[in-house]
């Protein structure tokens, strides 16, 4: 299959479809905020939703913009594990309790399936060295999966990102720039430079193929439950790139005839970070509702200029989606309740979505029969220090006194 007549790009804003081009990112009309496009594809009935035969997220390669042969043999991706916790079904009361760990991924962060597809589309178009803004994951996603691909990462991030993430942001060989400011500064400063070094931009809502390769987190989540969508579908949101991936998984699924009704998507937010849920609450036509100096115990979701907030906000009026806000305290809380729950131990970004289906419980928006999935999109050992005020147990001291060879 051509992948130049595969799919084309539309933007959100205006509606103009555009044929792919190495250099476009975004609605040359609308710009960078209101015209983010997405990938448009021209299914038929030789498309094949899935190839056993693929690695990982290549298995959906009829669903990804990328070309088909060669596929990167060495960037793999994803079969992340899917869990029940019966634990927290009878807690809530509910029929199923699904946990997505993409925590499990090669850099133990969702944000790889975003990096492998820019990856794919650099050697496609040429390109050397790719940049990124980050928090933290996507930043050691790109560098981890750029080491064995043979590019040069260029890493702009906050210089307060955790530790764990900057070690290995260097471990993989990164060229890191540590931007004394907020994630929403080291975004704009990232493409002022990447631009203008010619490097491939692999940036959230910048770069509409990044969408594509999350999307696939979904798919497998689907796939996993015998193509028997559940009824809501819980994530925690920064940018707005991940909860419009759900959503697009889920529609493509149902224009293939896979899937028969379209889940509730709900995007979880912190309180001091919630720029889309407050641009939705404003309504239509959907604006940017930005945050000066937005918090967040969720580093990866601490965002005050989302870029693709109208994708968002659009993709949850269509299928019935909402937002809602949790505080740092239920998230903290979140994390060790649902590691001793489930055995997933989740950076705040992920447990974030377990500390919003509480909420849904305790304010009774849940009944008995309702089937749920939270997509966890981080492992807790990318930011140990978020957890530490929240352990309940304490390390007990021992000494070797009286043992042989003290």
């Not at 979904?218 to 959503?247: C, N, R, W």
């Not at 050992?381 to 309940?392: C, E, F, G, H, S």
Request: charged residues 25%; hydrophobic residues 40%.
């Amino acid at each position: 299959m051509n992948v130049a007549m595969k799919y084309r790009l539309r933007c959100v804003h205006c509606g103009k479809e555009f044929s792919p081009e190495p250099e476009l990112y975004t609605c040359p009309d609308c710009k960078d905020r209101l015209g983010t496009l997405e990938v448009i594809y021209s299914f038929s009935s030789k498309t094949q939703w899935i190839r056993p035969e693929n690695p990982g997220i290549w298995r959906y390669a009829d669903l990804l913009p990328i070309r088909e042969d060669p596929l990167p043999p060495h960037l793999y991706v994803g079969n992340t594990p899917l869990i029940r916790s019966e634990k927290i079904e009878r807690e809530l009361g509910i029929q199923e309790l699904w946990i997505k760990d993409d925590g499990k991924n090669p850099t133990a962060s969702f944000k790889d399936r975003a990096s492998v597809v820019a990856i794919a589309k650099a050697i496609e178009y040429g390109y050397t060295d790719i940049f990124a803004a980050s928090t933290g994951n996507a930043a050691s996603s790109l560098a981890g999966l750029c080491a064995p691909a043979g590019l040069k990462a260029h890493i702009y991030l906050p210089a307060t990102a955790p530790e764990a993430k900057i070690a290995q942001l260097l471990i993989y060989g990164a060229e890191v720039f540590a931007v004394q400011g907020s994630y929403d500064q080291a975004f704009d400063l990232s493409l002022k430079e990447g631009f203008q070094k010619d490097w491939y931009c692999r940036n959230s809502a910048i770069n509409p193929y990044l969408l594509e390769g999350k999307k696939t987190g979904t798919f497998e989540l689907i796939q996993d439950l015998k193509m028997h969508a559940p009824d809501l579908i819980l994530v925690g949101v920064g940018d707005g790139t991940v909860y419009s991936s759900i959503h697009k998984a889920v529609a493509e699924l149902f224009q293939l005839n896979l899937i028969d009704r379209i889940p509730i998507i709900v995007g979880v937010q912190g309180e001091n970070a919630n720029a889309i849920r407050r641009a939705f609450s404003n309504g239509e036509p959907y604006l940017p509702a930005d945050i000066e100096n937005a918090t967040c115990l969720a580093d990866s979701i601490s965002v005050g200029k989302p870029r693709d907030v109208i994708k968002a906000c659009k993709w949850a009026k269509k299928h019935d989606g909402f937002f809602l806000t949790v505080s740092d305290e239920e998230i903290g809380v979140s994390i060790s309740a649902l590691a001793r729950k489930s055995g997933v131990f989740a950076e705040p970004a992920g447990a974030i979505a377990y500390a919003g289906l509480k909420q849904l419980k305790d304010e009774g928006h849940l009944n008995a029969k309702a089937r749920v999935a939270l997509m966890i999109t981080g492992n807790g050992l990318k930011d140990v220090r978020a957890a530490k005020p929240y352990l309940t147990e304490k390390v007990t001291p021992v000494s070797i006194k009286g043992v042989r060879g003290a």
